[in-house]
């Protein structure tokens, strides 16, 4: 489950294909193949995330940026995802997944740890002090990531959730406080990935000279107006839509080296509304994950 499945739910998301099933970090096994498939099998694992299907030929799409495509198909949205037993996705926006994680395990990856990898890089390669705004399913994974490559990691949680506090601390952040607290040295970047626009002037303040503030989530709240004085010396703000397949490839790749380990709280699919109630009220810890054999 990603928050982005609870603004689409929550209607804040425009172009729902309605009925709708959701979903769209799914982990499967191939039970049936069309017959232009190649690369599959029937019995393989495979992950299939956000991206369902790009035009391929806009301009977008011809130069690597295939997740701004005009035409994309996303999972879960304009077509029908993963909280179900069965799914059908097109072969080519499918991935076979690591062997080293489980099914459960596995799921979080393909959108918290793909499109958190995005914006991710987005940092740049020299950002040494990260902070991340919103310490959930996608930061979690991205915190491990960051210790990986001797980056260190500054969390910013709601007021009070020590939870999400005690994780990234565990997960080895060198700091973890109150979104509005100051962290205790400036940041070279900050990733937001708590949908609240009241977030950006902060992170501004908390980034140094020259940093980086990235909005990785689909949907925020409207942002305050602030002084020109916190964006000036060349800090800036952008934010982060979708994934390319090859950000999938290239994460997939990285997660078993690092390796990560995922926080979950497990659901089964008839728990599935009460997971998104969950999510919606902050009180997952880690991601939460829909297990599709269990009905009850
Ligand atoms: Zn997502
Ligand atoms: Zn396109």
């Not at 049936?32 to 977008?60: D, H, M, N």
């Not at 399913?137 to 500054?154: E, F, T």
């Amino acid at each position: 489950m990603c928050r982005t499945d609870l603004h689409i739910v929550d209607g804040e998301l425009s172009e729902p294909k309605l009925p709708l099933v959701p979903g769209h970090q799914i982990v499967g096994t191939v039970v049936a193949i069309g017959g232009k498939v190649t690369g599959f099998s029937e019995g393989q694992r495979v992950g299939i995330p956000w991206l369902g299907s790009t035009c391929g030929t806009c301009s977008f799409c011809t130069s690597a940026r295939e997740n701004l495509c005009l035409s994309a198909r996303f999972t879960g949205y304009h077509v029908d995802g993963g909280f179900a037993q069965f799914a059908a996705a097109d072969a080519r926006f499918a991935f076979p997944l690591p062997a080293d994680f489980s099914d459960l395990q596995v799921a979080p990856l393909l959108c918290g740890g793909l499109i958190g990898y995005r914006a991710f890089r987005m940092a740049g390669p020299d950002a040494r002090r990260i902070g991340f705004y919103g310490f959930g399913s996608a930061a979690h994974i991205l915190a491990q990531v960051c210790r990986y490559q001797g980056k260190d990691v500054y969390a910013f949680t709601r007021p009070g959730d020590d939870s999400a506090k005690d994780l990234a601390l565990r997960l080895g952040s060198s700091w973890a406080g109150d979104s509005g607290q100051r962290p205790p040295v400036p940041l070279d970047a900050a990733i937001i990935f708590a949908p609240d626009g009241a977030l950006v002037p902060l992170a501004l303040q908390a980034v140094d000279r020259g940093g980086a503030v990235i909005c990785a989530g689909i949907h925020m709240s409207d942002i305050p107006s602030f002084p020109y004085d916190i964006l000036w010396e060349e800090r800036s703000v952008r934010s982060v839509a979708n994934l390319t397949r090859a950000d999938a490839t290239e994460f997939l790749a990285l997660a078993p080296k690092v390796p990560v380990r995922t926080e979950i709280e497990v659901f089964s699919l008839g728990r599935v509304n009460e997971a998104l109630t969950r999510l919606r009220a902050g009180k997952i810890t880690g991601s939460a994950v829909i297990d599709l054999s269990t009905l009850s």
